[in-house]
């Protein structure tokens, strides 16, 4: 590795004085992601403005051995764009064009730093929309969230990012550009763009992504329904699944998240309930007209204590704001909290809710509950006080066992947050040691001079401690809540 | 119940003496180009068979590679759901690893996503014997690279794929088709395209050479009759076929029997933008050509051996590639190709001693 002057001078040969950013204050402002517990400070920050220099940017650093973090808007909740020590940030947020619309095909070709909820907007005018929903759409990029392969509510019915990405063009860690994929849904071969997606940053920079985009919903039916248990919920979402209906979403809050989504934002949810559940029915007019009836029997036979139909735009949105504010909600009410994500199979939902009771009760500490029911993809919020010694390693231990149980039981220790830093040393959770050296000999293949986002996925070195303290900067300014 | 382990299977790629030799898994063997390669051995999959697990209430089965499509549809079918993505050929045996290996999906797969965008896990016998899983048993899951989505075409030359998890869906109550004849296809692409960006939700939309569109619906019955009636008002020259008519066609299109049994077929991806041009230059040889999935696939087919070349030259000057599904021997990879060497080394992790065929 070279030294730091001697790298940077090589940087200057790319990047005007505004572009490279190397004071303390920038680099301070890029020493963290979403998991604000990590900070590490970057020798620099580039800010390309082309494709041709991040290529530039990829090949110095092979050829130098210095390790970059490609970075979109630093939303990633388990530390994927924490800077590598010793090593640059390319932040990406100025590649951000939509290179191409094409309404007749139905595709969007955009750059990495495209920010999620724009390639929607830009397609709304043709009637067209972009499916995958982070809570964090308003602000992640099209890039952050194609190596995460990001989520959000609709998982079940849609799929996940890597679902609606067609294409890649991407500079490997080894400075090869590639363009993997095409204008069209099929392929030939093994599916190279369905790889890079996930692939958390560790096999190069995506520099042009090709989105699959669906047309606008016709109609949508949402329903708000109370109960007095987590467990009623969860018997609805499992005779609405048997009933063979496909809901756009279903999405469970428990008592501690109603009441802090309640004090923030006036949703008007019903008082008193263990829970309540939000159903929404999405499709044809017609198809609705069918399964409208279908839901409000089985919701009328379920021992809800109140069904709420939204009767139009304005409530349904309203419904929604409870449910996507109720992150940030439960945020307030504890001074530090801990976020997983990990997924159980939706049968052993109430058993997974349960054992997640029973384990805040056995470290005593308060979890708060917001899932994606449809998906078995848990969000449980443990609250805890960061000034209370011994309070944080608690809190650590308790997500721990949660991710230990979700893959007990079968299923994931990660279901849209990704593996980053926090979780790599629970993979072998959910893999062998064979399982691990196979991906690991995979990510050699792409970077075999370790230099792309190293450190990140597999476990390995000595992890920093587990740690999320409070709200994202941009939650406490009221930008972005969180699902 | 299945005659051969996972052991069983992954000692094959260990067994002395047969070091050198080459080998390739076969499925039901429905898509001869694919394996009938020289100087290769065959793993024969048929008796790796089996759901090992399915619980309806989790959209999720996973099944041994060797299980016929048929079977797992009609087990998903008593419980009444199905793979949307309809793969092709299960009326003929073909097997559950095949179809993957293959990476074919059917008509089916414009509304939901293909079987790329359905196949959750994989547990497979990499070219050291060992195996290694990957992916997971759960709708939702992001740890770890996605190796399951990327064997989804692999054509057996990276791994022996042994069990494979799915997500699954409910079956619609009833499916409705409408034909609508169009003087050139041309006219029938225009209106592919205005049912393509509707919000009619399409459950099928392929395409005739001779201008016939076939829009399929799926749903309750009772809203597909009113949808079907709107279409009508909305596009000219429809008509809703009967039952029989329908599942004729859909079973023709599924098996690829539209050519008859002797012919070649071959799959090859296109931008629906490509469509007016490949049909343009395939109508200068042998050929016969019909479009899915929205016009995002032409599936040609020829009979005569010498035409194999012709559609290979046509291909390549065009940029496309094509995969021979039904034809002659070592017929696999035909038209344009794209090689980084980022493919090589990856084929390496999977098979560093090759004992598999080469990728391309
Ligand atoms: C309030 C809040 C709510 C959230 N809600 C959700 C949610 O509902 N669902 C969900 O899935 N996630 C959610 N997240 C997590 C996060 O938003 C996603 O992981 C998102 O995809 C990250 O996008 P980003 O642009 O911020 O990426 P970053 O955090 O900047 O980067 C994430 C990873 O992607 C890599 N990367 C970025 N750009 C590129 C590129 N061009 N090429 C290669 N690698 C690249 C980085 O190196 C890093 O490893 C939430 C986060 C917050 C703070
Ligand atoms: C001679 C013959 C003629 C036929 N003719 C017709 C016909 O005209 N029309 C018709 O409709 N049907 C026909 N069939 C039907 C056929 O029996 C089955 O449909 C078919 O065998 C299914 O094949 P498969 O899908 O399992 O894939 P295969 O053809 O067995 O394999 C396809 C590809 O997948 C790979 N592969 C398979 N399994 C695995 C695995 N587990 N791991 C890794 N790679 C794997 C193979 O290496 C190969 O590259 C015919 C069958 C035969 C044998």
Same mark, same amino acid.
């Given at each position: 590795?070279?030294?730091?002057?001697?790298?940077?001078?090589?940087?200057?040969?790319?990047?005007?004085?505004?572009?490279?950013?190397?004071?303390?204050?920038?680099?301070?402002?890029?020493?963290?992601?979403?998991?604000?517990?990590?900070?590490?400070?970057?020798?620099?920050?580039?800010?390309?403005?082309?494709?041709?220099?991040?290529?530039?940017?990829?090949?110095?650093?092979?050829?130098?051995?210095?390790?970059?973090?490609?970075?979109?808007?630093?939303?990633?909740?388990?530390?994927?764009?924490?800077?590598?020590?010793?090593?640059?940030?390319?932040?990406?947020?100025?590649?951000?064009?939509?290179?191409?619309?094409?309404?007749?095909?139905?595709?969007?070709?955009?750059?990495?730093?495209?920010?999620?909820?724009?390639?929607?907007?830009?397609?709304?005018?043709?009637?067209?929309?972009?499916?995958?929903?982070?809570?964090?759409?308003?602000?992640?990029?099209?890039?952050?969230?194609?190596?995460?392969?990001?989520?959000?509510?609709?998982?079940?019915?849609?799929?996940?990012?890597?679902?609606?990405?067609?294409?890649?063009?991407?500079?490997?860690?080894?400075?090869?550009?590639?363009?993997?994929?095409?204008?069209?849904?099929?392929?030939?071969?093994?599916?190279?763009?369905?790889?890079?997606?996930?692939?958390?940053?560790?096999?190069?920079?995506?520099?042009?992504?090709?989105?699959?985009?669906?047309?606008?919903?016709?109609?949508?039916?949402?329903?708000?329904?109370?109960?007095?248990?987590?467990?009623?919920?969860?018997?609805?979402?499992?005779?609405?699944?048997?009933?063979?209906?496909?809901?756009?979403?279903?999405?469970?809050?428990?008592?501690?998240?109603?009441?802090?989504?309640?004090?923030?934002?006036?949703?008007?949810?019903?008082?008193?309930?263990?829970?309540?559940?939000?159903?929404?029915?999405?499709?044809?007019?017609?198809?609705?007209?069918?399964?409208?009836?279908?839901?409000?029997?089985?919701?009328?036979?379920?021992?809800?204590?109140?069904?709420?139909?939204?009767?139009?735009?304005?409530?349904?949105?309203?419904?929604?704001?409870?449910?996507?504010?109720?992150?940030?909600?439960?945020?307030?009410? /504890?001074?530090?909290?801990?976020?997983?994500? =990990?997924?159980?199979? $939706?049968?052993? %939902? !109430? &058993?997974?809710? #349960? @054992?997640?009771?029973?384990?805040?009760?056995?470290?005593?500490?308060?979890?708060?509950?917001?899932?994606?029911?449809?998906?078995?993809?848990?969000?449980?919020?443990?609250?805890?006080?960061?000034?209370?010694?011994?309070?944080?390693?608690?809190?650590?231990?308790?997500?721990?066992?949660?991710?230990?149980?979700?893959?007990?039981?079968?299923? /994931?220790?990660?279901?849209?947050?990704?593996? =980053?830093?926090?979780? $790599?040393?629970? %993979? !072998? &959770?959910?893999? #062998? @040691?064979?399982?691990?050296?196979?991906?690991?000999?995979?990510?050699?293949?792409?970077?075999?001079?370790?230099?792309?986002?190293?450190?990140?996925?597999?476990?390995?070195?000595?992890?920093?401690?587990?740690?999320?303290?409070?709200?994202?900067?941009?939650?406490?300014?009221?930008?972005?809540?969180?699902? | 119940?299945?005659?051969?382990?996972?052991?069983?299977?992954?000692?094959?790629?260990?067994?002395?003496?047969?070091?050198?030799?080459?080998?390739?898994?076969?499925?039901?063997?429905?898509?001869?180009?694919?394996?009938?390669?020289?100087?290769?051995?065959?793993?024969?999959?048929?008796?790796?068979?089996?759901?090992?697990?399915?619980?309806?209430?989790?959209?999720?089965?996973?099944?041994?590679?060797?299980?016929?499509?048929?079977?797992?549809?009609?087990?998903?079918?008593?419980?009444?759901?199905?793979?949307?993505?309809?793969?092709?050929?299960?009326?003929?045996?073909?097997?559950?690893?095949?179809?993957?290996?293959?990476?074919?999906?059917?008509?089916?797969?414009?509304?939901?996503?293909?079987?790329?965008?359905?196949?959750?896990?994989?547990?497979?016998?990499?070219?050291?014997?060992?195996?290694?899983?990957?992916?997971?048993?759960?709708?939702?899951?992001?740890?770890?690279?996605?190796?399951?989505?990327?064997?989804?075409?692999?054509?057996?030359?990276?791994?022996?794929?042994?069990?494979?998890?799915?997500?699954?869906?409910?079956?619609?109550?009833?499916?409705?088709?409408?034909?609508?004849?169009?003087?050139?296809?041309?006219?029938?692409?225009?209106?592919?395209?205005?049912?393509?960006?509707?919000?009619?939700?399409?459950?099928?939309?392929?395409?005739?050479?001779?201008?016939?569109?076939?829009?399929?619906?799926?749903?309750?019955?009772?809203?597909?009759?009113?949808?079907?009636?709107?279409?009508?008002?909305?596009?000219?020259?429809?008509?809703?076929?009967?039952?029989?008519?329908?599942?004729?066609?859909?079973?023709?299109?599924?098996?690829?029997?539209?050519?008859?049994?002797?012919?070649?077929?071959?799959?090859?991806?296109?931008?629906?933008?490509?469509?007016?041009?490949?049909?343009?230059?395939?109508?200068?040889?042998?050929?016969?050509?019909?479009?899915?999935?929205?016009?995002?696939?032409?599936?040609?087919?020829?009979?005569?051996?010498?035409?194999?070349?012709?559609?290979?030259?046509?291909?390549?000057?065009?940029?496309?590639?094509?995969?021979?599904?039904?034809?002659?021997?070592?017929?696999?990879?035909?038209?344009?190709?794209?090689?980084?060497?980022?493919?090589?080394?990856?084929?390496?992790?999977?098979?560093?001693?090759?004992?598999?065929?080469?990728?391309?």
């Amino acid at each position: 590795m070279p030294t730091d002057n001697a790298f940077v001078s090589l940087l200057e040969t790319i990047y005007p004085p505004g572009r490279l950013l190397l004071e303390a204050g920038s680099r301070v402002s890029y020493q963290s992601d979403g998991l604000t517990a990590f900070a590490v400070k970057p020798m620099a920050i580039v800010v390309p403005e082309t494709s041709e220099e991040v290529i530039d940017t990829i090949k110095l650093c092979k050829r130098e051995n210095v390790p970059f973090v490609a970075r979109g808007s630093g939303t990633s909740l388990s530390g994927g764009s924490l800077p590598v020590d010793g090593g640059i940030v390319i932040a990406l947020n100025r590649l951000n064009r939509i290179l191409a619309l094409d309404p007749t095909l139905r595709i969007a070709r955009v750059e990495p730093g495209v920010i999620n909820l724009d390639v929607t907007r830009a397609a709304a005018p043709h009637g067209l929309r972009y499916a995958p929903d982070p809570s964090s759409q308003q602000i992640c990029t099209i890039g952050g969230n194609l190596a995460f392969n990001a989520g959000g509510a609709h998982c079940l019915k849609y799929g996940m990012t890597s679902n609606h990405v067609i294409a890649v063009r991407a500079v490997l860690a080894t400075g090869e550009v590639v363009e993997f994929g095409g204008d069209s849904l099929e392929g030939v071969g093994p599916d190279w763009t369905a790889l890079f997606a996930g692939s958390e940053g560790l096999f190069g920079v995506a520099l042009e992504i090709t989105l699959r985009l669906l047309p606008e919903v016709q109609a949508f039916h949402t329903v708000l329904v109370a109960y007095d248990s987590l467990e009623a919920a969860g018997q609805a979402v499992s005779d609405i699944v048997s009933s063979g209906m496909l809901p756009g979403a279903m999405e469970i809050m428990d008592a501690l998240a109603i009441a802090a989504a309640e004090a923030a934002v006036h949703a008007g949810y019903p008082d008193g309930a263990d829970a309540v559940l939000i159903v929404e029915l999405e499709g044809t007019e017609e198809q609705l007209a069918c399964e409208i009836p279908l839901l409000s029997k089985i919701l009328d036979s379920s021992g809800a204590k109140e069904v709420r139909v939204a009767v139009d735009d304005q409530e349904r949105a309203l419904i929604w704001k409870g449910r996507k504010s109720a992150f940030s909600a439960v945020g307030r009410l /504890s001074p530090d909290f801990i976020v997983q994500d =990990g997924v159980v199979p $939706r049968a052993r %939902l !109430g &058993e997974a809710l #349960s @054992e997640v009771k029973r384990l805040g009760e056995e470290y005593n500490l308060r979890v708060a509950n917001v899932f994606h029911a449809g998906d078995g993809n848990l969000h449980p919020l443990i609250l805890y006080e960061g000034s209370v010694k011994g309070s944080l390693e608690r809190a650590e231990k308790l997500a721990g066992a949660i991710l230990n149980m979700c893959a007990r039981m079968g299923g /994931s220790i990660t279901g849209e947050h990704g593996v =980053g830093m926090e979780k $790599r040393d629970y %993979l !072998g &959770e959910m893999f #062998s @040691e064979e399982d691990i050296a196979f991906m690991k000999r995979i990510r050699d293949a792409y970077d075999p001079e370790f230099v792309s986002n190293p450190g990140k996925m597999f476990p390995g070195k000595e992890a920093p401690a587990l740690s999320m303290r409070g709200l994202h900067p941009l939650e406490q300014a009221g930008v972005l809540s969180r699902e | 119940m299945s005659s051969l382990t996972a052991k069983e299977i992954a000692s094959c790629l260990r067994e002395e003496g047969v070091e050198s030799s080459r080998l390739l898994a076969r499925g039901s063997g429905t898509k001869k180009p694919l394996w009938d390669l020289e100087e290769t051995s065959l793993v024969e999959m048929s008796g790796f068979t089996g759901i090992s697990e399915y619980d309806p209430s989790e959209y999720v089965f996973t099944a041994r590679a060797g299980t016929k499509l048929s079977e797992i549809e009609q087990v998903l079918g008593e419980h009444g759901q199905y793979m949307p993505f309809d793969p092709p050929l299960a009326e003929c045996g073909a097997s559950l690893g095949g179809t993957v290996a293959t990476g074919l999906s059917g008509p089916g797969r414009i509304r939901y996503g293909g079987l790329r965008d359905f196949i959750l896990g994989v547990q497979f016998v990499d070219g050291n014997g060992v195996i290694v899983k990957s992916g997971g048993k759960v709708v939702k899951n992001a740890a770890g690279f996605d190796l399951p989505k990327f064997l989804a075409g692999s054509m057996g030359r990276l791994a022996i794929l042994l069990e494979l998890t799915f997500k699954v869906f409910p079956k619609p109550e009833d499916f409705l088709t409408i034909c609508f004849e169009n003087k050139t296809l041309a006219d029938a692409f225009d209106q592919l395209v205005l049912a393509s960006r509707s919000h009619w939700e399409p459950d099928a939309l392929e395409l005739e050479a001779d201008g016939r569109l076939f829009l399929r619906l799926a749903g309750n019955s009772a809203a597909l009759r009113l949808r079907a009636e709107s279409i009508l008002n909305k596009l000219k020259n429809g008509f809703i076929l009967g039952t029989d008519g329908a599942n004729e066609y859909w079973r023709k299109v599924s098996n690829f029997t539209w050519n008859g049994n002797k012919a070649r077929y071959a799959k090859v991806p296109i931008s629906p933008r490509d469509l007016l041009r490949l049909d343009a230059a395939v109508n200068t040889v042998d050929v016969e050509c019909r479009y899915g999935m929205a016009a995002n696939v032409a599936w040609l087919s020829w009979v005569n051996d010498g035409t194999t070349k012709q559609v290979d030259k046509v291909l390549r000057d065009l940029e496309l590639s094509g995969l021979v599904l039904k034809g002659h021997a070592g017929e696999t990879l035909i038209g344009h190709r794209v090689e980084y060497s980022i493919q090589n080394r990856v084929k390496a992790v999977f098979d560093p001693e090759n004992r598999f065929p080469p990728l391309s």
